[in-house]
Every structure is written in structure tokens, then in C-alpha cells.
């Protein structure tokens, strides 16, 4: 088993099982995969597993804050493990190829709230749309 994975198993307060540990390499060797897509990667990493299983697998780490779930508009949930920076994504509108954006900056009006409503804001979600280099019409 991969030492670094059941530190942070650990360290969330969940026990390392062979199912938690594939899961999240799944998760770290295929950012943005859908959960489909990490089901066929553990299969084939330790074989037989449920569908659910991952499902409640991955539903627990994005609980603990190992992992981040998206799932932009229109979109299925995808999983990722870069958590923590609040960065945002681009999503091509014909394949669906999704990419990481580092935090935006500048003076959009999105990036800063008008007004924050008594609430102390600690993250901004955004999804860029366009089509990726591959699905451009020339």
C-alpha cells in the first residue's frame, strides 16, 4: 500500500482499507475523472468493488476534505485532489475536457461580492465555459 496514502488516511480519522487507498490513487493519477471513470480504475486496480462503495468511498473524503467534488452545470461529479486553494476550472462545452484555472484575479465583478451579507466568505466557485484547442471550429 502506498505509505503517504494511509498517513493521510490516518490523519483524517479513517481507517486504511486496500479499497480506500486504491480509491484515492485513482483520484490523484486522474484528476476530473468521473466517478465511472475511478470505478473502472479501482476494478482494475484491486478488482472486484462496487460501484456504491466508491461511491460512499468518495463521498466521505470529500466530507474529510481529502478530495473536492465538481460538478458544474449540465455536468456529471467529477473528483479531484487538489483542495485547499481554491482554484476554478475550465470546461469545454463540445468534449467536456475540464482543466484547472488557478485562482482569477482582477476586477471582474464575480471575483469580489458586492456585499457579503454578514457572511465571512472563505471560497469563490467559477466555472469557465468555451471549447478546448481540439474541438475549436477553425
Not at 12 to 21: A, E, M, P, Y
Not at 80 to 109: F, Q, Y
Amino acid at each position: 500500500m502506498d505509505l503517504a496514502v494511509e498517513q493521510q488516511l490516518k490523519g483524517h480519522g479513517l481507517q486504511v482499507t486496500v479499497q480506500r487507498v486504491a480509491v484515492m490513487a485513482a483520484v490523484s493519477a486522474r484528476p476530473h475523472a468521473t466517478t465511472e471513470e475511478l470505478t473502472d480504475d479501482v476494478r482494475s486496480n484491486i478488482g472486484s468493488v462496487s460501484r456504491q462503495a466508491v461511491y460512499d468511498t468518495l463521498g466521505i473524503f470529500v466530507e474529510k476534505g481529502l478530495i473536492r467534488k465538481i460538478q458544474p452545470t449540465g455536468s456529471v461529479a467529477r473528483y479531484e485532489d487538489r483542495v485547499g486553494d481554491n482554484h476554478h476550472h475550465l470546461v469545454c462545452r463540445t468534449c467536456s475536457v475540464m482543466v484547472d484555472i488557478d485562482c482569477a484575479v482582477g476586477e471582474t465583478p464575480c471575483l469580489t461580492a458586492e456585499t457579503d451579507h454578514g457572511f465571512e466568505i472563505d471560497e469563490a466557485e467559477v466555472v469557465y465555459w468555451g471549447q478546448c484547442p481540439q474541438c475549436k471550429t477553425p
